[in-house]
T-cell receptor
Framework: DTEVTQTPKHLVMGMTNKKSLKCEQHMGHRAMYWYKQKAKKPPELMFVYSYEKLSINESVPSRFSPECPNSSLLNLHLHALQPEDSALYLC???????????????FGPGTRLTVL | KNEVEQSPQNLTAQEGEFITINCSYSVGISALHWLQQHPGGGIVSLFMLSSGKKKHGRLIATINIQEKHSSLHITASHPRDSAVYICAVTPPYGGATNKLIFGTGTLLAVQP
């Protein structure tokens, strides 16, 4: 199984709502990533988790709150978002082995978020 | 100037044509990745390479480390190859949680 799943596929929310995006993989990967992608732009890295610990936060506003409850699951909690946060949110995972080895990242299909 | 540049930005081809997409980078790398993204969809990793050449089906990727350049070739192109192709590199310090530096992508349309 080389699949990363994301739910929901689409999400529309108001600026005062609280919602969560979910990402799951069962490949035994120990590194998981959140990316944000605006239309016709490459993905922008938001967060990286390694062995369930946050290892990289790319200066993301606090209205985005990541959580990694276990090695298979990654959540992104959303609160008080702005319309400019509307984008495709992609999750990815990689083997996450140590020693400088570079891994292939496996991407999920994304959640299309619209903030009204 | 972006650290990873791709050319062309847009490419239209006729079915059956041989296609080349180029990627140049200005930073040191531990690996280069070619990714494919269909409209509205997720991203699929096509290749990860640090030297030489890799082939998978009709796709071939090459890299020249000295010249900091990589090419993605598609032989016998088909309309289903229509997608955005993204070049990305992993810096040498990437390690287990490797950050990707993305190029801006090449939008390929293959017409029947």
């Amino acid at each position: 199984d080389t699949e990363v799943t994301q739910t929901p596929k689409h999400l529309v929310m108001g600026m005062t709502n609280k919602k969560s995006l979910k990402c799951e993989q069962h490949m035994g990967h120990r590194a998981m990533y959140w990316y944000k992608q605006k239309a016709k732009k490459p993905p922008e890295l938001m967060f990286v988790y390694s062995y369930e610990k946050l290892s990289i936060n790319e200066s993301v506003p606090s209205r985005f709150s990541p959580e990694c409850p276990n090695s298979s699951l990654l959540n992104l909690h959303l609160h008080a978002l702005q319309p400019e946060d509307s984008a495709l949110y992609l999750c990815a995972s990689s083997q996450g082995t140590s020693g400088g080895y570079t891994d292939t990242q496996y991407f999920g299909p994304g959640t299309r978020l619209t903030v009204l | 100037k972006n650290e990873v540049e791709q050319s062309p930005q847009n490419l239209t081809a006729q079915e059956g044509e041989f296609i080349t997409i180029n990627c140049s980078y200005s930073v040191g790398i531990s690996a280069l990745h070619w990714l494919q993204q269909h409209p509205g969809g997720g991203i699929v990793s096509l290749f990860m390479l640090s030297s030489g050449k890799k082939k998978h089906g009709r796709l071939i990727a090459t890299i020249n480390i000295q010249e900091k350049h990589s090419s993605l070739h598609i032989t016998a192109s088909h309309p289903r190859d229509s997608a955005v192709y993204i070049c990305a590199v992993t810096p040498p310090y990437g390690g287990a949680t490797n950050k990707l530096i993305f190029g801006t992508g090449t939008l390929l349309a293959v017409q029947p």
